[in-house]
């Protein structure tokens, strides 16, 4: 009877664990035989079609920030991006993990804190080194003095820019999971990477160069053609970058060394720490740690992680409870957004993936962000050449900043220059905007109880397309097309259907900006 039911329930077009979430509240509570029935039920089916059972989940994952100076708008892309799509997906009822973490390793932070509290010889211009970077920290950063002068350590610089990228995302309503927001520079994050870097060891692929530095051997044939393999299988939004990245993998080289004598990071002995670029490719599963460690009774994150290691590395469906089963049946990043110049890394992370992890538990899709130029130079914020959220956000407020970022550059996945006179225009839109809303509303009131004839649905499955595909440009420019001339004869019901499509896609573009209670 129950092999009969499951083959019902597919072959009517739903899958049975979405049958038993969708009717789980129907069962009663104080029978836990109901609940083992429907679990024991998905798992026995999924593990037939080999996929995870945790279909209501959504993991989006985003590389960490780097919080050697504010936010530019170049990086901001990367979560309005990844915002819109947990909206999209928590819209369709998925639980949705949007993590946000910072990188506290590397040389920047170091060597600026280390000009900033010594005295150097002046150059040729009369300005010593420790001026100058005081001059970018003041004038291009635009960071009070009385903060630059309490910049005693480097994680003093990475803590306060840490948080004001917090605070500026928070102000354009990205919706990510902050209450566990972590920085690397902690015990438990060493402890993960160390599990990692022993199981890189088990699986002999950590060797000594031809350099003699300890590396990871990207030289083994049978790695480097799974590993591509399971790349050509990943989905982009844009397949335009793919062929890019899978050039990449000709730039991977076993005379990489995995660590270096000075910088912040992971410590690997006494004497070496590891390159940033090296200690990061499966964070992910630290960000499920995060997520579920309130749980955790256990303080030993070392046994955590390698019972999560070794269960990734089977192929059996996690059936426990546990903090490492938590983990495992989250993994599996759904959507990775990157920058387009993080292709070797991105290359190196599927590396990471495919020796460590079952196929089940690898990121699925990608979507690529183009890097921004002002006057046809390259962003960059020690240059002084880079647009920062903040000052975005203190010139044209919340929404303004969040609406530029959005109508910047076509497709958020193509290489852009910045237009400086685009600010203006979002104003002129978002004017325009509120006094449409407020037009519509007013013939709404006349009969807030009309029905909806749905003379808008093909424009509103036009919206949702270009939603689903990037395209928030053309979305928002589909909502003006749609707004009636306040001239025009408009019904309440038509009124009604135009504001609750405004209401739930202005609720995942541009979050509270429709304040109107439909």
């Known amino acids: ?13 739903q899958s049975f664990a979405g049958f038993c979430l969708t009717n789980l509240a129907m069962m009663p509570s104080t029978n836990s035989k109901y609940t083992t029935i429907i679990y024991n039920c998905q798992l026995i089916l999924e593990k037939m079609r080999g996929a995870n059972f945790m279909e ?47 990188h506290f390793s590397g040389v920047t932070a170091e060597k600026a804190c280390e000009l900033l509290n010594k005295k150097i010889s002046k150059d040729e211009e009369g300005y010593t080194e420790k001026e100058k970077m005081y001059n970018i920290f003041l004038k291009v950063y635009q960071t009070p003095d009385s903060i630059i002068r309490a ?41 993960f990477v160390k599990v990692m870097f022993e199981f890189y060891e088990k699986h002999k692929i950590l060797i000594l160069n031809s350099k003699n530095e300890l590396a990871l051997n990207y030289d083994d044939e049978e790695w480097k053609e799974k590993t591509l393999e399971n790349f050509k299988k990943i989905d982009f939004i844009q397949s335009f970058h793919k062929p890019n990245f899978i050039g990449a993998f000709d730039n991977i080289r076993s005379d990489w060394g995995l660590l270096r004598e000075y910088g912040m990071g992971i410590k690997y002995n006494e ?20 997520k579920f460690r309130k ?73 690529i962000t183009g890097m921004g130029s002002i006057n046809h130079q390259r962003m960059s914020s020690s240059r002084g050449t880079a ?82 595909t990037g395209y928030y440009q053309q979305a928002i420019v589909h909502m003006m097309k749609i ?29 509270n900006f429709l304040t109107i209670n439909l």
């Open 1 to 13: 009877m129950l092999i009969g039911g499951i083959n019902w329930i597919r072959t009517n077009g």
């Open 151 to 191: 910049f005693k350590t480097p994680e003093d610089i990475l803590n306060y820019y840490s948080y004001q990228t917090i605070w500026n995302l928070k102000e354009i309503n990205v919706s990510c999971d902050y209450e566990n927001f972590y920085t690397t520079n902690t015990e438990e994050f060493e402890t």
């Open 56 to 102: 209501n989940k959504f993991l989006i994952s985003l590389p960490y920030i780097y919080p050697v100076c504010p936010i530019s708008i170049d990086h901001a892309r990367m979560f309005v991006v990844a915002d819109i799509n947990a909206r999209m997906q928590r819209k369709k009822g998925k639980e949705v993990c949007f993590p946000i973490a910072a």
């Open 271 to 290: 004497k070496y720490i590891i390159d940033p670029m090296f200690d990061s490719e499966l964070f992910t599963l630290f960000d499920l740690y995060m």
């Open 295 to 367: 749980d955790n009774e256990s303080k030993n994150v070392y046994d955590i992680f390698e019972k999560v290691f070794e269960k990734l590395n089977k192929d059996e469906i996690e059936e426990n409870n546990d903090l490492p089963s938590k983990i495992v049946n989250w993994m599996g990043t759904d959507l990775f957004v990157c920058e387009e110049h993080l292709k070797t890394w991105v290359v190196k992370k599927t590396y990471a993936e495919t020796l460590l992890l079952k196929p089940r538990y690898h990121t699925k899709k990608y979507f």
């Open 387 to 468: 647009v920062l959220l903040k000052d975005m956000i203190e010139n044209y407020g919340n929404h303004n900043a969040r609406l530029i970022i959005l109508m910047t550059g076509g497709h958020p996945s193509k290489l852009y220059n910045y237009d400086v006179n685009l600010p203006k225009t979002v104003i002129d839109m978002t004017k325009n905007f509120k006094e449409y809303i407020n037009f519509l509303n007013s013939i709404y009131m006349k009969n807030r109880n009309a029905s909806i004839n749905n003379e808008y649905e093909k424009d509103k499955e036009e919206i949702e397309k270009n939603i689903e």
């Open 483 to 511: 707004m009636p001339k306040k001239n025009k004869q408009i019904t309440p019901s038509q009124a009604k259907e135009i504001l609750n499509i405004y209401k739930e896609y202005l609720d995942i573009l541009l979050p």
